[in-house]
């Protein structure tokens, strides 16, 4: 039944993990892996906590890759980009790892916390904590929810040809729109909306504070 998705038994777990550090080591380009860990989570033939384990893994080395290259990459930045995103840098680093927590366990655009956050040279283990318990929260809820709430209705759609690429075409969608919703994002002057609800990040001092 799964053979057309390629999740062959054997190799499910790895090409999960794979699929999942893939998908989120690329900076702002989302690939929503997440329909793979729903639609294996309604397959028998895995283990949900492993599946979920297996994202969670992948998908936490690929945002540290991204931590880390924000961490020691600050100077490839131009200025103009670090004074757009240093209100949101200021706001992310004081709430350090409730904001990365919170950024993993959400579909949200995550880099725009994780890229910050290593730009203000955040405690890279509480990044590393927060954001695997973030993600292992997130895939739980996805792979359970596949397995009891979708089961019944994911695997029909599996049997049939037609039904599969409809899911690849809604992914690909997908994927399209929140790149969409990034770039937008990036390019908000953030002084001018972080300004009324945290007028203290608009300080050019750093903030000393760190969660």
């Known amino acids: ?7 062959d038994p054997t190799v499910g777990y790895i090409g999960l993990f794979t699929i999942s550090f893939i998908a989120s080591v690329i900076p702002f380009i989302p690939v929503p892996f997440f329909i793979f860990l729903l639609i294996m989570g309604a ?64 579909p949200v655009p ?3 916390v994780y890229i910050p956050l290593g ?16 993600k292992a929260t997130l895939s739980e809820i996805i792979v359970w929810s596949g397995k009891f709430g979708l089961e019944d209705f994911i695997k029909p759609l599996l049997n049939d040809t ?21 770039y937008f994002m990036t390019r908000l002057e953030w002084s001018k909306y972080i300004g009324k609800i945290f007028p203290w990040a608009l300080d050019d001092e750093k903030d000393d504070k760190s969660s």
């Open 1 to 7: 039944m799964f053979d057309l998705l390629g999740f």
């Open 43 to 106: 397959d028998p033939s895995f283990d949900p906590n492993i599946l979920a384990l297996s994202s969670t893994i992948g998908s936490t080395i690929g945002k540290v890759i991204i931590f880390y290259a924000s961490y020691y990459g600050r100077n490839a930045l131009s200025n103009d980009s670090k004074i757009k995103m240093k209100p949101l840098q200021n706001v992310v680093r004081r709430y350090g790892w409730i904001a990365a927590f919170i950024a993993a366990a959400t």
């Open 110 to 112: 995550d880099d725009l």
């Open 119 to 134: 730009l203000s040279k955040y405690n890279p283990l509480y990044f590393i904590i927060s954001t695997f318990g973030g």
């Open 162 to 182: 037609q039904s599969i690429l409809i899911l690849y075409i809604t992914a690909i969608i997908l994927a399209i729109i929140l790149a969409i919703i990034i």
